[in-house]
């Protein structure tokens, strides 16, 4: 649209800021796009708009230009991944379709169905259009082989708080995760917290708040989570071959995103050793104050019974393992809730059938100069469905 404007000022000032950010994102899609072809997987864009947004995103990078010419084969097997997982997941290939909400699965409140099949039908002849002004190189992908890694993309930093995204990929078992470090953009759910994001292993439900993977602590009216932003954010290779993704908040955030000053601060680190994965939450207070509640949240979920791809990551009959290895909150896990037949608890891709919760449901008086930690680990049973 930038492209056709009519006003020339506009479109030479606009077209090589709209570039820069593009590219950036172009950039990110061979560590972002899972093997089964999964995009985009956090934030209100997950579901079918994340992967229609990937799909445009790098079709419009082949027709411009912005991607190199010996980088083409390589974003075209992603584009075929891509719209492969699109099509399997969300189109009804007997009606012609797109199928957001039923028993199993959910989508956000603005992504009404009559609105999504109007955005996909739109979509479809935006991509049919840029598929034939594309020139794609002749042959198959050069196979390369995968390499395990993690990297951190910067979206935000300014002196008072950094946000991005952290991509960390198994080249063995294939599964990628998903760590967003941003804002809820006011609207409080799962879907834009710090935790791997990782549909039918680590999930979570869809537009409804729960501190999935990650510590809450109440302080009287103040409930806070180490999400929304950060300080000092670093990735790097670790003992052992191990990816590490650390950051800082200097002030504790509450679930609102306001800053609760002088009371305390948290470092959290989270560690990838293949599939396995450890994380650790440090606190300290700057005087003494009462913690009132503290709850741990995971979600035990599964791929849609008919709409998945083949080969599509689910968790095996192991579950995700989970071990405590140090809890100074001294919480306790609660009798496990099942919620398959509540409707509240859905995800874009699949149907949660349990939540666990860690929780210390009286006070604890905590004091400056303790560090109080929480260290979890997981190894879980991968398999594909």
Partial sequence: ALQLHANSDVRDRKLPTLRTYAEKYIKTMPDLVRADGLGWAFGRAAGAYGQMHCISLILQGLRDGWIADDQKIKYYDILRRLFMFFYQTYLDQDHGFLDLRDDERTAYDAHTTRMANFDAARYLCQWSRLAKTIQMPVGGPKVEPLRTSGRYVIFDKTNRKEQGLFLYRDAESGIQM????????????????????????????????????????????????????????????????????????????????????????????????????SCEFAYTVKQQVTLDKFRYTLAIAAPHSKYHVVGALALGQEGHRCTVAKDDFQAVWQETEVVSADPTYRTNYGKIHFLQHLVRDHPLIMRPGNVYRLAVNFDPDIAHV
Avoid at 249 to 259: G, K, M, R, V
Wanted: charged share 15%; net charge negative; with cysteine.
């Fill in 178 to 277: 998903q760590i967003p470090l941003v804002s809820s953009g006011g609207h409080l759910s799962s879907d834009a917290l710090p935790f791997p994001h990782c549909p039918g292993v680590f999930d979570w439900p869809n537009n409804v708040y729960a501190p999935i993977m990650l510590p809450e602590l109440t302080f009287g009216k103040d409930v806070t989570i180490p999400a929304f932003y950060g300080k000092n954010c670093v990735t790097g290779l670790g003992l052992k071959n191990a990816f590490y993704f650390r950051y800082e908040q200097p002030d504790l955030i509450t679930t609102q995103e306001e800053f609760v000053k002088n009371l305390g601060s948290v470092k959290v680190q989270w560690t990838f050793t293949g599939t396995k994965i």
